[in-house]
């Protein structure tokens, strides 16, 4: 275990070394939320009634997947992974006493999180302040708050799982390029990116909410704002646990037969 | 001990000529040539010997530490490494094993060389007393200093070696595969990295596998040489037997290039 938690550090040290990146990042998304929040400000005074979320509920979701953008954010890929794959650089990976899979789990999930661990406090710092309406606001329970919890583990394991199964897949397809590039416009639609999710019309919605992608983001900032609670709240968490097994299981299959297939093919 | 017995290994390889016209036919009935990248290889290496592993681009090195190290399966033969076999037992294989592959690097290139080293010491779990010796000692043989400091990314090529090779010993492996480990070294990193190689299987009877292309890495380093081309064993011998084999008055330079074309390859 040591070592996977060496990766994470490991990580975490990299991504200190990009103050700029960080600093950049950082205002980008206070700007874009702020932009966001004008938006959706101008389509409220013109008829509240048929808005799906409340506005309040609406600010959390964006401000809160500002400051989280970097542990979902599916446009985020390892190049490293990928091209070692394809140069055959992952030989010397190989030729360590480690799982490839847990490894490259580790790695993700650490560049994920290190990423977000820098930015997202002064985003959070700065969205509570913000009057309400449009600020960030904490009106949610003890036990919400742990479903809240629990559903942002379910979704980073989610992303790393898709994002795993994708590097897997290099194994067996000379270029994923083409695939990465799609998956990032479905996740961006699909999993609330654009737009949350009750925004959408059905049946698009309840296509994104079964898809893999509605379990990302999605759940855990909408049991955030209290626009998803109950039953409902619950049953969305369930589904998110059924994706990241899924997904990770797929990963896991594609990189033991890609690691068969390399032995044999050569690298 | 290194034992390889009868290995083969065969590539399928896709090929076609130039031009769009055979591009489409290939892309509806691809043809595969097979190449043979290793036939019926057998040899075998005693504890703490330094083995040239020498011949010509594309005889078959490459395939062979890579089967050693365990990445790659043959199609038939058996090869043991220590006891092990290194495709079936990869993980506790590896964990003795130390690899530089000239080409390709092991180290992140944004961080500092040391942190990278801390990663590696968690990965093979290292003690840390003996972490500590062997930085010390590895920092000292190789005139590493401030590189451990510094990014790789930041670094020259013999530097960047020079920290690859410390990096591959951290755990202090029983054996070492180099494969091409002085590509593009100056004179000076090239006599460091010989020298703290030889200083490494005097002190602790390190077995290491070295192909290369340079020969005075050879005549430098290894008691015995291994001279394969397409595929087979050719001569299993020290640089003397080579330079006799060439004839009089040649340097190893010109005795290898001589027997490459004796045998044909």
């Known amino acids: ?267 | 001990m290194i034992e390889m017995k009868g290995v083969s290994k065969t590539y399928r390889v896709r090929r076609r000529d130039a031009g769009l016209g055979n591009a489409v036919r290939s892309f509806f009935s691809p043809e595969y040539t097979r190449v043979e990248a290793l036939q019926d290889m057998s040899f075998s290496i005693p504890d703490g010997q330094i083995v040239g592993y020498i011949g010509p681009n594309g005889a078959g090195k490459s395939t062979t530490i890579k089967i050693l190290c365990g990445i790659l399966r043959p199609d038939c033969g058996t090869c043991t490494v220590g006891g092990l076999t290194p495709w079936e037992d990869r993980k506790r294989h590896v964990a003795r094993l130390g690899v530089v592959f000239g080409q390709r690097s092991q180290l992140w290139w944004d961080v500092p060389v040391v942190d990278s080293f801390s990663l590696l010491k968690d990965i093979y779990r290292v003690e840390n007393d003996l972490y500590q010796k062997n930085l010390v000692r590895l920092t000292e043989l190789l005139d590493l200093g401030d590189l451990m400091k510094t990014p790789p990314r930041m670094l020259s090529l013999g530097q960047k070696m020079r920290c690859e090779i410390a990096a591959a010993l951290l755990h202090s492996p029983d054996v070492l595969f180099l494969d091409e480990p002085t590509i593009g070294l100056d004179a000076v990193s090239k006599l460091k990295v010989r020298e703290f190689i030889l200083e490494e299987n005097r002190n602790r009877g390190l077995t290491v596998l070295l192909t290369t292309h340079d020969m005075l890495d050879v005549e430098a380093l290894c008691y015995r040489v291994l001279l394969i081309g397409k595929g087979k064993l050719l001569l299993d011998g020290d640089t003397a037997m080579v330079r006799s084999m060439a004839g009089e008055n040649l340097s190893t330079e010109e005795s290898v290039a001589a027997l490459y074309q004796r045998f044909g390859i």
């Open chain 1, 1 to 267: 275990m040591k070592k996977y938690f060496s990766f994470f550090r490991m990580r975490l040290i990299a991504g200190l070394q990009y103050r700029t990146a960080a600093l950049a990042g950082l205002s980008t998304q206070l700007v874009w939320g702020c932009m966001e929040i004008l938006l959706y400000r101008a389509f409220w005074r013109e008829c509240p009634e048929r808005f799906p979320m409340g506005q309040e509920a609406l600010s959390s979701y964006i401000w809160l997947q500002q400051a989280l953008l970097t542990v979902f954010a599916l446009w985020y890929w390892e190049q490293d992974l990928i091209t070692s794959v394809r140069d055959g650089t992952i030989a010397y990976e190989l030729t360590r006493p480690v799982n490839l899979y847990g490894m490259w789990m580790a790695r993700t999930m650490a560049m994920r999180l290190s990423r977000a661990a820098l930015r997202c406090w002064p985003i959070l710092l700065i969205s509570v302040l913000i009057p309400s309406p449009y600020g960030l606001r904490i009106r949610i329970g003890l036990p919400a708050f742990l479903l809240f919890l629990i559903s942002l583990g379910l979704m980073l394991a989610v992303v790393c799982g898709f994002v795993l199964a994708v590097y897997a897949l290099s194994f067996h397809l000379v270029d994923t390029n083409g695939f990465r590039v799609l998956s990032v416009a479905a996740a961006d639609l699909l999993g609330g990116g654009v737009v949350p999710l009750p925004f959408l019309p059905e049946p698009l919605r309840t296509i994104a909410s079964v898809s893999p992608f509605g379990s990302m983001q999605n759940v855990p900032l909408r049991i955030f704002g209290g626009d998803l609670a109950g039953i409902d709240a619950i049953r969305a968490v369930e589904l998110q646990a059924v994706w990241a097994v899924t997904l990770i299981g797929l990963g896991i299959l594609l990189t033991r037969s890609g690691i068969r297939k390399a032995e044999i093919a050569g690298g």
